[in-house]
């Protein structure tokens, strides 16, 4: 019986460890700047605003530039999100795989920075809802507010790709 238990605790050990080794380490692939629409919607919610927005996807390498049309949607400080502003995210995306166009046609969410209501909490990670692989981080100038923080979900969708 011990035995038993001794094999299935090291069958365990060994999957554990070759899961690890076989996932993909996450990279930076390129830089998502996005400009916001001057005024948002409100929504029911007194904390919450969706804004749409245009952007660049600049991937790292030689792939081609990308454009996105989409929407935020923040929770948390109205302030943060308010006039005219440029947004600027990392692209997070597995190690193992090539970019293919338009592979950040996609939403993504993330926990509310303001629920911890902790101003310098680090940028938190969007990931990508149809693939997890990718995620977007927040990227603001030292001294600068991180509006990035307040935003829970981006929505982006291919408008063009350069060639």
């Known amino acids: 019986m011990h035995w038993t238990i001794a094999v299935c605790a090291c069958a365990l050990s060994v999957f554990a460890l070759a899961a690890r080794t076989s996932a993909a380490v996450q990279t930076d692939v390129g830089v ?3 400009t916001l629409a001057e005024s948002g919607e ?6 919450s605003q969706t804004r749409a927005m245009l952007c660049a996807f600049k991937p790292k390498g030689n792939g081609p530039e990308e454009s996105y049309s989409g929407e935020i949607r923040n929770v948390g400080s109205q302030t943060a999100l308010s006039g005219k502003l440029v947004l600027i995210w990392a692209v997070m995306g597995p190690s193992n795989r090539d970019f293919k166009p338009a592979a950040l046609e ?15 909490a680090p940028p938190k990670m969007l990931v990508g809802q149809r693939d997890q692989a990718y ?13 990035g923080q307040f935003i829970t979900v981006v929505a982006l969708k291919i408008k063009t790709i350069a060639t």
């Open 106 to 120: 996609q939403t993504y969410v993330g926990e509310a920075a303001s629920a911890v209501n902790d101003p310098s």
């Open 42 to 47: 409100r929504s029911s919610d007194p904390d």
């Open 32 to 34: 998502l700047t996005c």
């Open 135 to 147: 995620g977007l981080r927040s990227i603001t100038d030292k001294g600068e507010p991180n509006a």
